[in-house]
C-alpha cells in the first residue's frame, strides 16, 4: 500500500527567506508524486510532479522538488518566499497498488509568509 | 490547458433538504470523475469514484444513499447530498484525470470545490 507523510502541519517563513515543505513517501511501486497548492476555499493546482523522468522537477511560480529513492522523500523547495505563496500545500502519491492509481493525499502542510 | 469547473462555490442550506452539485469538464472528455471531502484544516479524502454510464463505487463508510453520485454524460458528473444534516456541512472537491479517464498517473484536474454549510 502507498501512503505519504507531510512532516510539518505548519512551516513559518519571512518573505524572502527559502521555503521547505517536507514529503516523505511509502511504495512498492515506482510512484507518481506530486505537489498541490490551495488557497483558501478554492480546489487545487497541480505545482508540479514526478513521473519517473528527471529526479529533480521545476515547477511553477518558481517551485522545485528533489525525488530521492534513496531517501523515499520528495521535498518541495523554493529560494525566495512571497506572500502569495501563503497557501495549503497537499503532497500526493500515486501507484498501481490494489491495481489502480488512486491517489494517497498527505495531510497537508500550512504554509505562512509574514512581511 | 484543462479546466474542470464545479458549481456552485458555496451553499447555504436548511437541514432536511437536498443539494446538488455539478462538476464539468470543459474542454476534455472526463469518464472518470472523483469525488472527494475535505473537513476543515484536514486532507481530502475520496468518497467515490464516478464513471460515465455506470454505477459510481464509492469508498468504505460512505453512504451511498446520502451521497447520489451521477455520471450521466462525458462531461458531467453531479454529486447529491440527500436530506443534508449540519454534519454534512464541509468542502467537497471533484478531480478528473488529466487522460479523462481511469488511472490518476499524471495528473488531475481538479474542480475549484463546494463549500456546503448546513443550518
Known amino acids: 500500500a502507498q501512503s505519504v507523510t507531510q512532516l510539518d502541519s505548519h512551516v513559518s517563513v519571512s518573505e524572502g527567506t527559502p521555503v521547505l515543505l517536507r514529503c516523505n513517501y511509502s511504495s512498492s511501486y515506482s510512484p507518481s508524486l506530486f505537489w498541490y497548492v490551495q488557497h483558501p476555499n478554492k480546489g487545487l493546482q497541480l505545482l508540479l510532479k514526478y513521473t519517473s523522468a528527471a529526479t529533480l522537477v521545476k515547477g511553477i511560480n518558481g517551485f522545485e522538488a528533489e525525488f530521492k529513492k534513496s531517501e523515499t522523500s520528495f521535498h518541495l523547495t523554493k529560494p525566495s518566499a512571497h506572500m502569495s505563496d501563503a497557501a495549503e500545500y497537499f503532497c500526493?502519491?500515486?501507484?498501481?497498488?490494489?491495481?489502480?492509481?488512486?491517489?494517497?493525499f498527505g495531510r497537508g502542510t500550512s504554509l505562512i509568509v509574514h512581511p | 490547458g484543462a479546466v474542470v469547473s464545479q458549481h456552485p462555490s458555496r451553499v447555504i442550506c436548511k437541514s432536511g433538504t437536498s443539494v446538488k452539485i455539478e462538476c464539468r469538464s470543459l474542454d476534455f472528455q472526463a469518464t472518470t470523475m472523483f469525488w472527494y471531502r475535505q473537513f476543515p484544516k484536514q486532507s481530502l479524502m475520496l468518497m467515490a469514484t464516478?464513471?460515465?454510464?455506470?454505477?459510481?463505487?464509492?469508498e468504505q463508510g460512505v453512504e451511498k444513499d446520502k451521497f447520489l453520485i451521477n455520471h450521466a454524460s462525458l462531461t458531467l458528473s453531479t454529486l447529491t447530498v440527500t436530506s443534508a444534516h449540519p454534519e454534512d456541512s464541509s468542502f467537497y472537491i471533484c478531480?478528473?484525470?488529466?487522460?479523462?479517464?481511469?488511472?490518476?498517473?499524471?495528473?488531475?484536474?481538479f474542480g475549484q470545490g463546494t463549500r456546503l454549510t448546513v443550518v
Open positions: 478531480s478528473a484525470p488529466s487522460s479523462g479517464q481511469g488511472a490518476w498517473i499524471t495528473e488531475a484536474f
Open positions: 500526493v502519491v500515486s501507484d498501481p497498488s490494489g491495481g489502480s492509481y488512486i491517489p494517497t
Open positions: 464516478s464513471n460515465e454510464g455506470s454505477k459510481a463505487t464509492y
